[in-house]
């Protein structure tokens, strides 16, 4: 599948969902909030945004070059997840606090 072609990634969801999936999983989901959104609208099924290690490390590996901890840069990397409102996020995806 081409990375670039939401379009395509969408067609491939819908036939895995005529093939009984039971959710749909964009993984890595960081760059790709669009397609969440898209995912969503169009499946009706539960959508899954997994964030890959490799996401992770480029979060943790900017705040170890920059003064600040990596934290906040954690949180401000989550608007793309719930913009989109994946039913749920990977367990590498950092968990908002209550009222954060």
């Known amino acids: 599948m081409d990375p670039a072609n939401g379009r395509e990634a969408v067609r ?12 749909v999983m964009v993984k890595p989901a960081l760059a790709y909030g669009d397609l969440i959104g898209a995912l969503k609208r169009a499946t009706r099924l539960p959508v899954a945004a997994y964030n890959v290690s490799g996401e992770y490390a480029m979060v943790k590996a900017a705040a ?15 608007p793309p997840y719930a913009a989109p409102a994946p ?3 990977s367990p590498t995806t950092p968990r908002m606090p209550p009222n954060g």
């Open 87 to 89: 039913t749920r996020s």
């Open 64 to 78: 170890a070059a920059a003064t600040s901890t990596s934290g906040p840069r954690c949180w401000r990397s989550l």
């Open 12 to 23: 491939e969801a819908l036939l895995d969902v005529q093939e009984g999936a039971d959710m």
